[in-house]
């Protein structure tokens, strides 16, 4: 890793690491394994901290730098690398650049061709801010980063969903069970597309504003999560319920609506973003996986036509990767992938 990026993560976590006790979950904490039919972090319970860093490999070969990672990601997670002793519930995650994949300009992006694109991309993830950066910092030494982006997670309340930096609850709209994950997020290989958008959030300017507006703004209860077409925080938006007056209870450019998958007619995407906050801003380092990138366009069209919310972000970094599917001793990492890449 070059000077300045390492430096720009450890300032990171020396920030965030007061944050760490506050990281709980029910199945935070335990070890976990880098090998299955799937790579670990997807569906993976939620740590407390994520780093994403997206390498560039000048023209290297990237088969051997992907089996090279696999065997070390098995080391560094079952607590056999002599840098993270104590590993945890740490995950890496490996997506490479495909092709075949390629995001539109968005209406709200703001970056340059820094703080896009790549060839590589690793989201390793944790309830210990130590462990993940030291395992970032093993896996990305012999690498160029291109950018990097260290988040947290809003601690679990008693309803057990944790907070973004607007104060609302976030993730409870998710593919769940394995019908809904395999018509959303895995495709028919075991891989996955992952798309990741560091979102900046004008945190005042949507403070500013009175509670009922901001939740007009998202179409949820601040205090509760609860939809605005009532019912409690798990109950379904009823898209269709009006006031007496005729007006939507969920108004039409409220966040949850328009990114509601009935409006794309696409399965749901999962969502699994960190918050950040630092030298970039605050925000939100959006991170999604969906079978088919169209999943993503679509609903981001659909926000950038008319989302209350766009008034208060702008993305200052963006890629898309495809995550290779699961690997194992025998067969690893680069497997899956053209052997003369
Ligand atoms: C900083 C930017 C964003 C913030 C603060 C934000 C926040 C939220 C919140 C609070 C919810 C409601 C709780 C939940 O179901 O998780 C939600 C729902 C959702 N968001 Fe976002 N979001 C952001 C960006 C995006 C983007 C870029 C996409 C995809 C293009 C997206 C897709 C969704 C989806 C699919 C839902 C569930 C909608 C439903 O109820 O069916 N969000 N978001």
């Known amino acids: 890793m070059t000077g300045p990026s390492r430096r720009a993560l450890l300032q990171g976590a020396a920030g965030l690491a007061a944050l760490s006790a506050c990281s709980s979950g029910p ?16 569906t993976t319970a939620q740590q407390g901290f994520g780093n994403l860093v997206v390498l560039d490999l000048h023209h290297a ?23 993270v002793p104590e590993p945890g519930d740490l995950t890496v995650t490996v997506g490479v650049a495909d092709p075949g ?36 910092d093993r896996l990305t030494r012999d690498h160029a980063v291109r950018w990097s982006q260290l988040g947290f997670s809003g601690a679990a309340g008693k309803d057990g969903f944790g907070r973004n930096l607007l104060g609302f609850h976030d993730g409870i709209v998710q593919p769940r069970g394995r019908e809904e994950l395999s018509a959303g997020v895995w495709g028919d290989d075991g891989s996955t597309v992952m798309v990741v958008r ?8 949507f403070n500013d504003l009175a509670v009922d507006q901001q939740e007009a703004v998202i179409g949820r209860r601040k205090s509760t999560g609860a939809p605005l077409s009532g019912g409690h925080l798990t109950s379904p938006l009823d898209l269709a319920a009006k006031t007496p007056a005729g007006a939507y209870l969920i108004p039409v450019d409220a966040h949850v609506r328009r990114a509601h998958p009935l ?10 973003g960190y918050s950040f906050a630092g030298e970039q801003g605050s925000g939100l380092l959006f991170i999604s996986f969906q079978r088919d990138l169209a999943e993503f366009i679509q609903t981001q069209y659909r ?14 970094a963006s890629g898309v990767f495809r995550v290779l599917p699961g690997f194992s001793a025998s067969r690893g990492l680069g497997a899956s992938m053209n052997a003369d890449r």
């Open 27 to 42: 199945e935070q904490g335990s070890p976990t394994t880098a090998y299955g039919v799937h790579q670990a972090g997807v």
């Open 61 to 83: 070969p990237i088969v051997p730098v992907l089996e090279a990672l696999g065997e070390e990601i098995e080391r560094l997670v079952s607590g056999r690398a002599a840098d």
């Open 101 to 136: 994949l390629v995001l539109p300009t968005f209406a709200r992006d703001t970056f340059g061709p820094e703080h896009c694109g790549g060839d590589l991309v690793l989201q390793v993830c944790g309830s210990d801010p130590v462990a993940v950066l030291a395992a970032s």
């Open 198 to 205: 560091r979102i900046v959030l004008d945190v005042e300017g």
């Open 263 to 272: 409006a794309t007619g696409r399965p749901l995407m999962l969502r699994r």
């Open 303 to 316: 926000l950038d036509a008319g989302d209350a919310l766009n008034r208060y972000l702008r993305v200052t």
